[in-house]
């Protein structure tokens, strides 16, 4: 835990900061570096293991936006509370931006007037697109989602994903195409802590009607 967020910490960079203790003399120099490397490993993990899914691969995690200055918990009633970092939250994710509650995005709501201008109803795309970020924001997946934007070419879905993308935090969208889920074994290893996943196949298909219908 990091003082905001639970994060995977690799065995070779637990092996490195045993070796670092080895270093400073702190076990007889006849000792089998390796083996004691492989025997600290075998300890920590015995120390910290939990029965118990406290972390939620299995289960479903809550609806929290874990942010700068706090846990942001969603409720059923779409009700918000921000709380203090906490390692019992067990969160996994972190954005590293302020929840503001009255801060205004003027700059991005003009952008996507301007990008959804010719859709015959652009305020509703434009309070989707928001809730659809919304929900990428935060953990929970009880609606699975597949997106599929579709439209001509230089009409904002590349913007679209650009602040999608930055919203969650780069480090938490893996980037492949869906085909690769089923062709490469260790594709699915890649989503290990990823909130979604991003790629041209899937978020951008050229219209084969007219090009000039937007979304």
Not at 8 to 26: F, S
Not at 125 to 146: A, N
Not at 169 to 176: D, E, I, N, W, Y
Not at 186 to 201: E, R
């Amino acid at each position: 835990y990091n003082d905001r967020c639970w994060i995977r910490v690799e065995p070779a960079v637990l092996k490195q900061m045993a070796l670092q203790v080895l270093a400073e003399g702190a076990f007889p120099r006849k000792a089998n570096t390796a083996s004691l490397l492989s025997q600290v490993l075998s300890i920590l993990e015995a120390k910290v293991f939990e029965a118990e899914d406290l972390l939620r691969f299995q289960g479903s995690p809550p609806s929290v936006f874990n942010l700068r200055n706090g846990e942001l918990w969603l409720d059923a009633d779409a009700e918000v509370e921000l709380r203090p970092h906490q390692a019992t939250s067990y969160l996994r994710h972190y954005m590293d931006f302020d929840y503001l509650p009255k801060a205004g995005a003027p700059l991005l709501e003009a952008a996507m007037k301007e990008i959804f201008s010719k859709s015959s109803d652009g305020k509703a795309l434009c309070q989707y697109y928001f809730e659809y970020l919304g929900y990428l924001m935060q953990p929970d997946r009880r609606i699975p989602i597949v997106s599929i934007w579709k439209g001509g070419g230089s009409n904002g879905k590349s913007a679209l994903a650009g602040v999608a993308r930055a919203m969650v935090g780069p480090q938490q969208v893996a980037a492949q195409r869906i085909k690769e889920l089923s062709r490469n074994q260790f594709s699915l290893d890649a989503l290990f802590g990823k909130l979604c996943s991003q790629a041209p196949a899937c978020l951008t298909v050229t219209s084969s009607g007219s090009a000039k219908t937007p979304f």
